[in-house]
């Protein structure tokens, strides 16, 4: 009976931990856990103490040095020994111009399937810095992007892609897409074995919900793709801004715009110009975290979708 006793107890004590390990697991799902870590990314990359980030500055320092941690920690691939790809750029202080060191943050996850492609995933983490004494923290624009490519980062590291993905921080947007040019030029891999660049600049500041997918007008096939992928999306995936057809054309507004220039496909996930682009309200308080993570949630399954099925992508665009 003791021997019996004791397996019993054994049994319950098993069960009960058990469950108590299925009731953590429900209060703090591994979702949370992620939307929490990008808002996280979000806060820090736009707060006072980067001073806005600008190209040449230890605010935009303290960002290379904050996504690099976050890309080793991911376990991401380097290209060589380092993150970080260098180049010269020039910046004004006003009354002279200077040359400093830029720095692009480049990672990549080798694909199981088809390793020698690749989808190269990108935003720039570089803002404006400070004028005047005033900060212009840019969290919509752009550490609510940088934020959705380290998450991006994240979900594929836990989930291995089809194919290779390139997770690319660019530096210098600001001062004339200056990363993304030097990236398209001084590539890791040969551009013909990048098939599409996914880019990701503003996505935390709208109030309609809207978030618009740009560029289909010039790769006509990649709208059905999208459509599907973004079927039942938490945000509403609107497409336009790409041709002169409208008011503003952002073909070459952000850092897709060379890759474009290379006959590289793109989609580029954005919002519309709001009161706060480009002023000091730009600020964490004033983006709007639910529409921000239904955003982030809407890209990376369009990068999964991308990745289940690049085979089209490549049979219809005209490098391949």
């Not at 260098?86 to 202080?93: P, T």
Request: proline fraction near 5%; charge should be negative; aromatic fraction near 12%.
């Amino acid at each position: 009976m003791n021997n019996i006793k004791r397996q019993l107890l054994l049994l319950c004590f098993s069960l009960l931990l058990t469950a108590c390990g299925q009731q953590a697991e429900e209060a703090v799902p591994s979702s949370q856990i992620e939307q929490h870590q990008a808002l996280k990314d979000v806060e820090y990359l736009s707060s006072d103490e980067l001073g806005g980030r600008e190209t040449g500055t230890p605010g935009n320092e303290m960002a290379q040095g904050y996504i690099e941690n976050r890309f080793d920690s991911l376990g991401l691939t380097m290209f060589g020994d380092s993150y970080r790809q260098l180049f010269d750029q020039a910046v004004s202080n006003g009354q002279s111009t200077d040359t400093v060191t830029a720095v692009n943050i480049v990672g990549y996850i080798e694909g199981a399937d088809h390793p020698e492609r690749y989808i190269v995933v990108t935003a720039h983490y570089d803002h404006l810095g400070s004028r005047d004494g005033t900060i212009y923290n840019g969290a919509d624009d752009n550490a609510s992007g940088t934020g959705g490519l380290m998450a991006a980062a994240a979900w594929f590291s836990e989930n291995e892609p089809d194919n290779s993905i390139i997770f690319v921080g660019f530096d210098a947007e600001e001062k004339g897409l200056a990363g993304a040019r030097y990236f398209t030029e001084n590539p890791p891999v040969p551009l013909d074995k990048i098939v599409i660049n996914i880019n990701m600049d503003m996505i935390s500041t709208n109030f309609e919900n809207e978030l618009y997918a740009v560029g289909t007008y010039h790769y006509p096939y990649l709208k059905p793709l999208i459509e599907e992928y973004t079927n039942g999306a938490p945000v509403t995936v609107l497409f336009g801004y790409d041709s002169d057809d409208w008011d503003q054309n952002w073909t070459l507004s952000s850092d897709h715009g060379p890759f474009h220039q290379k006959e590289i496909p793109f989609i580029y996930f954005g919002v519309e110009d709001h009161p706060h682009y480009h002023a000091p309200t730009d600020i964490y308080e004033n983006i709007n975290p639910e529409f921000y993570l239904g955003a982030v949630e809407t890209v990376i399954d369009v990068i999964s979708g991308l990745d289940r099925e690049l085979s089209i992508v490549a049979e219809k665009s005209a490098r391949f």
